[in-house]
């Protein structure tokens, strides 16, 4: 049986590349940044294909991010508060949460303004829920000392820092460490 071809790319026009990000839109939440790098790689796929120059639909990739921007089709601003609320409910640091959205193209202003609103509290939190989640610490049934280090790399490869990683840890037991919390 032989395989067939993969279909070649849109050829991107002002029109093509409105309905693309429409389309794009349409399924993801995205910062302005990511959109652009979305419809720009669209555009270069389609100029490599095609021979055109990929430099040409700069200029409307711009205006149409922007006037996205302006109509409040993308919100920076809320794209990245949406973002810190599902990734602290998974368990994610303050630091892992910044890489993404800079990763994502969220401005340095938002960004900065972002880390300026996430606490150490609220670290830790996030690091039990990451604990709770990968049952590491107190949430680890059996064989809980022979694993402390490895379970302190682990909250330490996701983001967390030492202090709170250690505290986390070395909670006697999962109600221990929620009286813990509640009391910072």
Known sequence: MARS??????????T????????????????SGNLR??????????AEHYGDDPE???????????RYAETGAINDTLYAD??????????GSARV???????????????????????????RTAAMLFARRRRL?????????????????ALGRAGFGYQVAAAIIDAEDADALAEMLAGN
């Open 82 to 91: 949406t973002q810190v609320r599902k990734l602290r409910r998974r368990g």
């Open 137 to 153: 610490g107190p949430f680890r049934t059996e064989n809980r000392v022979e694993n402390r280090q490895r379970d302190l790399a």
């Open 97 to 123: 949460i910044l890489q993404k959205l800079n990763a994502k193209g969220v401005p340095g202003e938002i960004i900065a303004e972002t880390g300026a609103t996430l606490t150490e509290g609220d670290d």
């Open 5 to 14: 071809q993969p279909r070649p790319p849109t050829r991107m026009t002002e």
């Open 16 to 31: 093509s590349v409105a309905e693309a990000a429409l389309f794009y839109l349409s399924r993801f939440a995205s910062s």
């Open 37 to 46: 790098r979305v419809l720009m790689r669209k555009v270069i796929r389609s």
């Open 56 to 66: 040409l639909m700069k200029p409307v990739v711009d205006a149409l991010v922007a």
